[in-house]
């Protein structure tokens, strides 16, 4: 599905309803649109059901898919995301929301990692991270979701979200500053009554 001239002629033989057409969309797109389900509701058999849902939804719509090949993907996971959302919502649950293991490099600026909060991020283990993340709100989990687990572009985020591009990023800058201190805050506070870091600290003045 790389060239786009042929995801384009497969997204309109699929409007069409063509049959060969919609098994390679779905032979493509299946492990993604189950990737991005599942890392938000962590059962493997709700993921399974919602993601057949979520293709049953796109073999109803897709004949009034107006846009080109390049934008079914995106098109594809804004179902899923109402899908999930849907199902989320009738549970009275929250999304699950794992990110892959880089996200840790896009908290820190790479220029710091010497310093203290990098020291902090990397002591902080998956079930932490996932506790800070739950923490943010809804629209930034998912950018973090779509933009570093998913791969996502920003307009291709955009188009998932209904959200500009520059609106992508601002949640973006936002997500990761607020990631950043709350593991900060989460990390002092575990570690309030014995520090393990003195970075550059002074030993302390005897009395005399």
Do not use: C
């Amino acid at each position: 599905m790389n060239n786009p001239s042929n995801l384009d002629v497969l997204v309109m033989n699929a409007k069409q309803l063509n049959r060969d057409a919609l098994t390679a969309l779905y032979d493509n797109y299946l492990p993604h649109v189950f990737r991005y389900i599942f890392y938000q509701v962590n059962n493997r058999a709700v993921a399974e059901d919602l993601t057949s849902e979520t293709f049953l939804k796109m073999l109803t719509a897709i004949p009034d898919f107006r846009e080109g090949g390049e934008s079914f993907y995106p098109w594809l996971l804004r179902i899923a995301k109402n899908t999930t959302l849907d199902y989320l919502r009738s549970k009275s649950k929250q999304p699950y929301v794992l990110l892959d293991d880089g996200i840790e490099e896009l908290i820190f600026d790479r220029r710091n990692k010497a310093d203290l909060e990098y020291a902090v991020i990397m002591d902080l283990d998956t079930e932490e991270v996932k506790k800070a993340v739950s923490k943010l709100t809804a629209e930034q989990q998912q950018v973090l979701l779509l933009k570093f687990t998913m791969g996502l572009s920003n307009a291709e985020a955009g188009k998932v979200l209904d959200k500009t591009k520059g609106s992508i990023k601002s949640l973006q800058v936002r997500a990761l500053a607020s990631l950043k201190r709350l593991l900060v805050k989460q990390y002092r506070s575990d570690e309030r009554v014995e520090p393990v870091f003195n970075i550059g600290m002074k030993e302390p003045i005897k009395k005399a």
